[in-house]
């Protein structure tokens, strides 16, 4: 090579060489701060992914946990069956069977406009209420709970996503309305709010058990995990009620209401051996098993709640106290007058002059002026103490919600003419259900007992407290016998083949500070009168057909219903009917010659 080709070369080659301590940018030096910066915030991240780490999974575990489940695993209740209501025989009154409920995750229901309509035509909804349900932000809503069959397959044949349907508890009433004031009903979650329902929910209600399960996104599950907690079903309650004299009972009375167009009416049977109720019913009614458009009046249990002053079915109570006390015998005379008598500024009458008449007599005829008379030789702490002593002024104890107490004032501030008027029943109030318990009084022989709705053991009678004597109670039951025949004021409230007693009422109705023109009619009575078996209490609320006495407009329903209850509970009769028919003629032929 020659020498100017190899110096040639030594330039060039010296050109591809890069001298960095001559290069500006190279050359500069990196400040200490920028690496150190650069290290803080790379130790800052991994210091904040350590908190984060530490936060979720050693400090609230638990929570994210929870939230991880919730999107994919799922408690599912197992709900209890509610116990069961039965009449003394076992028949069903309420029971539970199951239904179908329908739900949704609203953000999965993806449906046109019209298997949304068709959707809300199934359920019985309108356009606007379905979407209202199916508002995207909820996680879970009901569309229809407690559906019947025939919805349910209407929804499922629209064959909706996001569109589900489980299986609930619904009670059904088989009696209806013969019996909804003593079953009552529950609502949609199966608490009971009225009648047994209510006042045994603790019992009825069982306890729900619960499945823990994984579902897909479209509901459906996928696997059990954890334990299943079974659930405890209800118990079943046995009442006392006869649903034959249940059904029996409400059909009268509610025939008795639109025969006299009456604004209600009540029946309450009592069984005197047990103190067991054996029918309480009511007119209006309703059907506790479809409560649409369903009122007051139609929900009260007339025969625990309405309260209304009882006016002569008191009458044979003061008569036994003046016999207990000693101050008179029944043929002991009391002088009526001509029916009008002064006393202490008011004037006290009869419906006629009964002039000089017996004590049993005062009973027969319903004297007001008698009772006076025998109720004015006592001290006020005499009738008080009798009242309270046949459970006036206080709540039944019974196991049923709604029971009232009525009005008894103390004693110490009655004045003269408020104690006669109590004697006959104005100026005091009690229930219906009230003065059937203080009839028991002369139907067991002077005890009055304690009443139950629930079923009794049969083996011996219930004790009582006793009020009177057993000769006394059982004078009195003879006044009753008359009271309830013919010359007395209720002979329609005879029951062919039984020997009956008992005492009709009529009081008008007290509105605000007076009283109205218009009437209760009432009539309490026993049967039969020697060996009394039941007693039986009839209210008919503002009769207005023209009749409005308790003897007329109540005694026939007391008629009824003691002869079915009495051939159901397979009492024999103690009287031959064709005697009793002519017995009856000629008692009338007498009265009518006067």
């Not at 306890?207 to 299943?228: K, N, W, Y």
């Not at 020997?499 to 509105?511: F, I, N, R």
């Amino acid at each position: 090579m020659s020498r100017q080709n190899k110096s040639g070369a030594r330039a060039l080659g010296s050109g591809r060489g890069v001298s960095y301590s001559t290069s500006p940018l190279l050359a500069s030096k990196t400040p200490p701060w920028r690496s150190r910066f650069l290290v803080a915030l790379v130790g800052l991240a991994f210091a904040g992914l350590l908190g984060r780490a530490v936060y979720v999974q050693v400090l609230h575990s638990e929570f994210f946990q929870k939230q991880g489940e919730a999107r994919y695993a799922h408690t599912l209740e197992l709900p209890a069956s509610r116990g069961r209501i039965n009449d003394r025989a076992g028949q069903t009154l309420a029971a539970s069977v199951a239904v179908p409920s329908i739900w949704a995750i609203p953000k999965e229901v993806d449906a046109d406009a019209d298997k949304r309509r068709a959707l809300a035509q199934a359920l019985g909804l309108s356009n606007k209420e379905l979407a209202a349900k199916l508002n995207p932000e909820a996680r879970f809503v009901w569309l229809k709970r407690l559906a019947d069959d025939e919805t349910a397959a209407k929804v499922k044949a629209i064959g909706l996503k996001g569109i589900f349907q489980d299986r609930e508890y619904r009670r059904k009433y088989p009696e209806g309305e013969a019996a909804a004031h003593v079953v009552g009903f529950t609502n949609v979650n199966d608490r009971g709010q009225e009648g047994i329902e209510l006042a045994f929910q603790k019992e009825l209600q069982g306890r729900d058990g619960s499945r823990s399960v994984v579902r897909d996104r479209l509901g459906r599950v996928v696997e059990d995990f954890g334990d299943i907690v079974p659930a405890a079903n209800g118990r079943d309650i046995d009442l006392s009620v006869d649903s034959k004299v249940q059904f029996f009972a409400y059909q009268r009375i509610r025939d008795a209401v639109a025969a006299n167009k009456a604004k209600a009416g009540s029946v309450v049977v009592l069984d005197v051996q047990t103190g067991e109720v054996l029918a309480l019913a009511n007119f209006p009614s309703y059907d506790p098993g479809n409560r649409q458009n369903l009122s007051g009046e139609q929900l009260r249990n007339r025969a625990l709640t309405d309260v209304f002053e009882p006016g002569s079915t008191m009458k044979p109570f003061i008569a036994g106290l003046a016999l207990e006390t000693g101050r008179v015998k029944p043929e002991s005379l009391v002088d009526t007058g001509n029916g009008r008598y002064p006393f202490h500024g008011a004037v006290i009458t009869d419906t006629k002059p009964h002039g000089l008449i017996t004590v049993r007599e005062v009973i027969q005829m319903s004297s007001n002026i008698g009772t006076t008379k025998l109720a004015m030789q006592m001290p006020a702490r005499e009738m008080h103490e009798l009242f309270t002593g046949i459970g006036l002024g206080q709540r039944p104890q019974i196991s049923f919600p709604g029971a009232v107490a009525g009005k008894l004032r103390p004693y110490k501030t009655w004045r003269p003419i408020e104690q006669a008027t109590m004697s006959y029943g104005y100026g005091l109030s009690a229930s219906l259900f009230q003065l059937a318990r203080a009839y028991t009084v002369f139907a067991r022989d002077g005890e009055i007992i304690p009443v139950s709705m629930l079923r009794q053991p049969h083996d011996h009678p219930v004790a009582g407290i006793r009020v009177f004597s057993p000769s006394v109670a059982t004078e009195v039951r003879h006044m009753l016998q008359a009271a309830a025949g013919p010359g007395g004021t209720a002979p329609d409230a005879q029951v062919p083949g039984y020997s009956v007693g008992g005492k009709s009422g009529t009081a008008h109705k007290q509105e605000g500070r007076g009283y109205v023109n218009k009437y209760r009619s009432w009539f309490v009575g026993l049967a039969p009168i020697n060996n009394p078996r039941i007693v039986v209490a009839v209210m008919v609320d503002e009769p207005t057909a023209g009749v409005y006495y308790g003897g007329k407009v109540a005694g026939p329903v007391f008629s009824q219903v003691t002869a079915q209850t009495l051939r159901l509970l397979g009492v024999a009769p103690d009287l031959d009917v064709k005697s009793q028919i002519v017995a009856n003629q000629k008692a009338t032929a007498v009265e009518e010659s006067f």
